[in-house]
């Protein structure tokens, strides 16, 4: 019973019952590998992303956790994660962090040594996060780099260079990040105020949606000028336009700051990544 009950807390604590983290990981790489092999990618290296997607990620909530272990308690949403219970020791969690980043790293070695070098950066963004909302307002500027890096990753294991284009894209997703992390932010802002935490949600105040809605014209700004840098056609253009009529969504959604509301608009998020996979598949296909 206890050997369930610990693989059960270890499961939670890598939020596998949750996996909208490692889709919104995982649509943004699906992009630039797509992009930069001009259609499907290496099967290798597909495999290689997907694996290390899910191994980052859970990696990735492992540390937020044991940043957060002293505050969780005090946050109604996060008061029964497993460092906070105790059902997961501090020390069992930075020993299963550091086994997934090692098979992340393994992962990693199978491509080449431009993507083994931008994966330090990786590691050093990941393990970053988790202490910014201490010291700073903006650490979902942070999370959008780190869950942005798979980008620049994904074309230098695809085409063992990095064009400049392709940080017209890690731009867009920065922004989109920043804006869906702050809808999420949003669920937690006052408990996080008491607590002494800080995030976009608290900086922008009453000014969070005009912010958000920036955020994501952004994105699409961006989006859009990579499409035309890469030669992308219509339906990458039509993928936009469904993203930006989710991002309408969104804001309908937030339009009165209930927290459950917030966090749906958050999770709405995985079908704007998917639509614009989508569309990118279909450019290639047509």
Not at 99 to 124: D, G, H
Not at 180 to 190: G, L
Request: hydrophobic letters at 55%.
């Amino acid at each position: 019973m206890a050997s369930i009950s610990k693989s059960s807390a270890v499961l939670q604590l890598i939020r596998f019952d949750k996996p909208i983290g490692t889709l919104l990981l995982l649509w943004p790489t699906l992009w630039a590998l797509w992009i930069a092999a001009g259609g499907v990618p290496d099967y290798d290296l597909l495999a290689i992303f997907v694996a290390g997607t899910f191994l980052t990620r859970s990696a990735g909530c492992i540390i937020n956790d044991f940043a957060d272990r002293r505050v969780d308690g005090a946050v109604k949403r996060t008061s029964g994660r497993p460092l906070v219970t105790g059902a997961i020791s501090e020390r069992e969690a930075l020993s299963l962090f550091i086994v997934l980043m090692l098979l992340a790293f393994t992962l990693v070695l199978l491509t080449n040594t431009l993507t083994i070098e931008l994966s330090v950066v990786a590691v050093l963004l990941a393990s970053t996060y988790p202490f910014m909302k201490r010291y700073t307002h903006l650490p979902q500027i942070v999370l959008g780099l780190a869950f942005s890096w798979g980008i620049p990753m994904a074309f230098a294991a695809q085409r063992s260079e990095l064009p400049t284009a392709l940080w017209l894209i890690f731009l867009g997703n920065l922004w989109w990040i920043v804006a869906y992390d702050t809808m999420y932010a949003m669920v937690d802002r006052d408990d996080d105020i008491r607590a002494g935490v800080k995030s976009t949600a608290i900086l922008f105040g009453s000014h969070d949606r005009l912010a958000i809605a920036t955020l994501q014209a952004l994105c699409l700004l961006c989006l859009y000028l990579a499409g035309q840098a890469f030669a992308l056609g219509p339906w990458f253009y039509l993928s936009l336009a469904a993203a930006a009529a989710l991002f309408c969504y969104h804001q309908y959604l937030i339009r009165n700051r209930e927290r459950e509301a917030c966090f749906r608009a958050f999770l709405h998020n995985n079908w704007v990544g998917m639509a614009i996979f989508v569309g990118i598949v279909l450019h290639y296909g047509s």
